[in-house]
């Protein structure tokens, strides 16, 4: 189930934006045009899925800070009143659409009488959501909608029946549906985006997992912060795309060879590297950051187990120059199992992902304080968005 589209409104510095997408996207553009922010959506939206909306929006400041702090609109031509506060997440699939509208709590300001400030009053609060299918002849099916006129979902029989009074007013339906088998259009949207699958932060510093053997377990899903990398390097070995990961260690280390150390007593597992001319292989706390960074990026590239979008936040972290296009090929290559969803500081990166798959870049840019795709004229924005 391809992601075939996004829709994003009033988020940080994307006031209103819509990107179809291809088998391989690539965002590039310069510092603070909003690439981090095009990524942050797509994870949003699979937290939404998956549940922890309200905490991930928690961990960027709450919802006062993540929503766009530009100019708007006024509700009517002539009126004082401005548009309210809202921020819009929308995924298109081959199958499904999703929408997603949040905004503040509804109690702000000074407190009435009788009332009180909840202690959570950054968190979102849910203000629209929408499932539905667009059917042959332009006719379109609803699985589920919620609005200020109530919330209502499509039952086993085909009728749109009341779920009000089932819902936390802070996560997506999508995450908190009681007997999913009832309704299996929404269980099957939310089975597929939440195993959407991000990669955004590897640590290496002294004290990281990574440098340390650690406990494991077979593994065809690295981690999302790569703690378990040794496991998961072995999984490939034995049940995955052994030839390729060694293959693509030689192409990044000429004369370079992995290897995995496991304790059979007790079941420690670490990754060592041997490289020519080296009487011993280097062990993890001995690699530079740039070289365990990219042994990440080959086990979540090469994993087992590939997802339906895999996506990848400034994978040229640290990486030496020369593994910039061994990266490329690695990618272009997972790209015929998974769709890639990639945001990159690097135009290097960029062109060579283009060189090996022809796929253009997106090009990013901050024209009057938002996001714009380049070459996106703003009249087709707003067509699309109204």
């Not at 996207?25 to 603070?32: D, S």
């Not at 959570?120 to 919620?146: C, I, N, Q, S, Y």
């Not at 006129?149 to 819902?167: K, N, P």
């Amino acid at each position: 189930m391809p992601l075939r589209e996004i829709h994003v409104s009033g988020y940080r510095s994307v006031r209103e934006l819509r990107l179809k997408l291809k088998q391989i996207n690539v965002l590039t553009g310069p510092n603070a045009s909003g690439k981090s922010n095009l990524y942050n959506s797509v994870f949003l939206s699979a937290k939404a899925a998956a549940g922890g909306f309200a905490q991930v929006i928690a961990e960027e400041g709450g919802m006062p800070s993540v929503l766009w702090a530009g100019t708007r609109k006024s509700r009517a031509l002539g009126s004082a009143r401005l548009e309210p506060v809202r921020m819009g997440l929308g995924v298109k699939t081959d199958t499904f659409n999703y929408e997603l509208i949040c905004g503040l709590p509804k109690l702000q300001g000074p407190v009435p009488p009788g009332q009180f400030h909840s202690a959570f009053h950054l968190d979102p609060e849910v203000k629209e959501e929408h499932v539905w299918m667009e059917a042959p002849g332009g006719l379109k099916v609803t699985f589920f909608k919620r609005d200020a006129t109530g919330v209502w979902i499509l039952d086993s029989g085909e009728r749109l029946t009341d779920y009000s009074g089932e819902l936390m007013p802070t996560e997506s339906v999508l995450s908190q549906l009681r007997e999913p088998h009832l309704y299996p259009e929404l269980s099957a949207l939310r089975t597929e985006m939440s195993r959407w699958r991000f990669y955004h932060h590897f640590r290496t510093d002294v004290d990281s997992s990574l440098r340390h053997p650690q406990v494991g377990v077979r593994t065809p899903v690295l981690s999302h912060d790569g703690r378990d990398l040794a496991a998961a390097l072995q999984t490939i070995n034995e049940i995955g795309l052994s030839e390729e990961l060694h293959q693509a260690v030689r192409q990044a280390f000429p004369g370079g060879s992995l290897e995995i150390e496991h304790d059979d007593d007790n079941g420690m597992f670490a990754v060592m590297l041997r490289m020519p001319g080296l009487k011993r292989p280097l062990r993890a706390r001995e690699l530079s950051d740039g070289t365990l960074r990219y042994l990440c990026l080959l086990a979540a590239l090469l994993s087992p187990r590939p997802p339906a979008l895999l996506a990848l936040n400034e994978p040229e972290t640290s990486l030496h120059p020369d593994l910039l296009e061994p990266l490329a090929m690695q990618m272009v290559k997972a790209s015929k199992n998974s769709q890639l969803w990639v945001v990159t500081h690097s135009a290097k990166l960029a062109e060579l992902v283009e060189k090996h798959s022809g796929e253009t870049p997106v090009r990013l840019q901050l024209a009057g304080g938002e996001t714009r795709v380049v070459g996106q004229r703003l009249v087709e924005v707003d067509e699309e968005a109204g």
